[in-house]
């Protein structure tokens, strides 16, 4: 009887988590202009700095000790598209061509970087505070461009 209990919450607490996770990116999904937070924790749960049940405010300081961002900021700070691309850009740590290199640390070059591979459209705007739809969009062609991620339609 002890190990049907054990097994029951054992399922209960597994499923907290997810259910934790699905939660955030739903909430991200009905946002209209994403937070830095809500980047952040993208990034960090990716590289697993932090669990999926973690604050936006420890994604950003997990993110600001491991050097990704210059400094802590208010997690419901509006970020733009290039704010974006360079967060992205270390999540997947992308070489990029001679300027990406150089100014590693200058958003502005990891947008152009994005964009010359194919993963943001020529008219995208760098100052753009894009949706969480969009987000969503761009870390999915980010995880297929640089990640493990393989789209398949069978």
Not at 28 to 41: A, F, K, P
Not at 78 to 102: E, H, K, M, S
Not at 114 to 140: C, F, R
Request: charged share 15%.
């Amino acid at each position: 009887m002890k190990k049907v209990y054990t097994l029951f919450f054992v399922l209960f607490i597994c499923f907290s988590l997810h259910a934790q996770s699905s939660k955030v990116i739903t909430e991200i999904l009905d946002t209209t202009q994403v937070s830095l937070g809500q980047v952040c924790y993208l990034s960090a749960v990716q590289q697993g700095l932090v669990q999926e049940d973690a604050s936006y405010t420890q994604c950003i300081n997990a993110l600001y000790q491991k050097g990704q961002i210059p400094v802590p900021s208010y997690e419901a700070s509006l970020v733009p598209l290039a704010n974006i691309t360079f967060i992205f850009a270390q999540l997947w740590d992308i070489q990029g061509g001679l300027f990406y290199r150089i100014f590693h640390g200058a958003p502005r070059y990891a947008y152009k970087q994005l964009k010359a591979d194919g993963v943001l459209p020529e008219n995208s705007d760098p100052g753009k505070i894009i949706s969480g739809q969009e987000l969503m969009n761009l870390y999915t062609s980010c995880s297929i461009k640089y990640g493990n991620m393989e789209l398949s339609i069978d």
